[in-house]
């Protein structure tokens, strides 16, 4: 075990290194308009007048800044810090607060909604950046955009959070984060990604309000978007926290395994460590029904048409690589570790792009290269493949590379 983790460990710096943080920093760059560029699509055209969106920005920004805090490279603490002035210099709303939703390429905004997950992601950058710097004008920032979420999307009444605002912080008809997504109030994916950047945020502040309100989203993983029966999270939620779509996402229930038990974990509360554990290991379980040995961890399955998504999404091997990892090293479950092998062997093989660099956004159902979606764009960041390489690296940090 300890010499198939040291060649993991080995591997993943490589392909961190050389495939992916390289990626970003050659070819993503914008040195006309400032900050990034939008797009770079599957067949490696890259699209300069593309707009940008606030996502890719504050995932580049969290990337960069956990590189620099990992491995010292200069380098990845300037396009860390490319990032965050181009994120509050842009993104920021300087009227209403908050971020705008997208930009055109030249920075001017041009979707001004306020999609709570993206105050989220940038609250993660910033303070990883912080963590990694010490900038203490970084966790103002993030500090800021938290009392932001919790006045403006916080549900005091029923609990939870909404998806997104006006700009004006008034109520919006199209929710949606995305057009594959249902238009509905509450969603897991804003709340596991307010979770994972509270987790982050409490690392470098320990403020009372910030732990109050990172045990409650744990206690409304375990309590309202767990499915009981099952161990899959529930995906789409009305204001009252019943469930409106039967949707698995197994890519999904693999990535809250690890971050609510992450969570769970820097909150230090032994009692509900105690309680959540055990769902820990169910929910990475459930997660298993998607996995195929040798090829990877397929996307999602309708559950009341019997619809199979059998794509194998770059960003579902990530996190099940470490998802499986994380039951290995806290729960000594070797087959946990196999499969996290497995799934890492699948992306090594097939998603990575050992020509131009970074991953292809999937492998098909019937085993083709997936050109059609982006190498680089709104939705297709660092951050997975990425984090997925440097919690490797952090977690095996006694082996050396």
């Known amino acids: 075990m300890e010499q198939k983790i040291k060649t993991l460990k080995h591997e993943m710096h490589e392909v961190l290194t050389d495939n992916i943080l390289s990626y970003w920093m050659n070819k993503m760059i914008d040195p006309i308009n400032g900050g990034f560029y939008g797009r770079i699509t599957g067949e490696e055209v890259l699209m300069p007048e593309a707009d940008k969106g606030a996502i890719l920005n504050a995932r580049i920004l969290w990337t ?5 805090r990992l491995l010292g490279k200069e380098e990845y603490l300037e396009t860390a810090t490319r990032a965050k002035k181009y994120l509050i210099d842009y993104f920021y709303d300087p009227e ?9 390429y030249k920075g001017d905004p041009i979707d001004t909604k306020k999609q709570i997950y ?4 940038a609250i993660y950058g910033l303070s990883e950046y912080n963590r990694a710097t010490g900038d203490e004008d970084a966790l103002l920032w993030a500090t800021r955009l938290f ?6 999307s916080f549900d005091a009444v029923k609990n939870g959070y909404c998806e997104a605002l006006t700009q004006q912080w008034e109520e919006i008809a199209d929710m949606r984060l995305s057009a594959k997504d249902a238009n509905e109030r509450k969603t897991m994916n804003t709340h596991l990604h307010i979770l994972e950047p509270y987790t982050n945020l409490y690392r470098v502040w320990k403020d009372e309000r910030l732990k109050k309100q990172l045990r409650n989203l744990i206690v409304l993983f375990v309590e309202k978007i767990l499915d009981e029966k099952t161990a899959h999270l529930n995906l789409f939620f009305d204001d009252d926290w019943n469930n409106k779509y039967n949707i698995v996402s197994y890519g999904h229930d693999i990535e809250a395994s690890w971050l609510i038990h992450e969570a769970a974990l820097e909150l230090g509360d032994e009692e509900l460590l105690k309680r959540v554990e055990p769902l820990v290991i169910r929910i990475a379980d459930a997660a298993s029904e998607g996995y195929t040995p040798t090829k990877g961890m397929i996307y999602e399955k309708n559950m009341d048409t019997n619809h199979t998504d059998a794509d194998r999404h770059w960003w579902v091997q990530a996190e099940a690589v470490v998802g499986y990892l994380n039951i290995y090293q806290h729960f000594g479950n070797e087959d946990a570790l196999e499969k996290a092998i497995d799934c890492w062997a699948f992306a090594k093989e097939r998603l990575l792009d050992r020509e131009n660099g970074e991953w292809f956004w999937s492998i098909r159902a019937d085993d083709t290269i997936n050109k059609e979606d982006d190498k680089a764009g ?3 960041c660092p951050y997975h493949n990425g984090r997925m390489c440097m919690e490797v690296i952090e977690r095996f940090s006694k082996e050396e590379i």
């Open 147 to 152: 009392d932001t979420i919790e006045k403006y």
């Open 96 to 104: 209403y607060g908050g971020l705008y939703w997208c930009l055109d």
């Open 378 to 380: 709104f939705w297709k």
């Open 118 to 121: 993206a105050l989220g992601f």
């Open 64 to 68: 960069f800044s956990a590189a620099y």
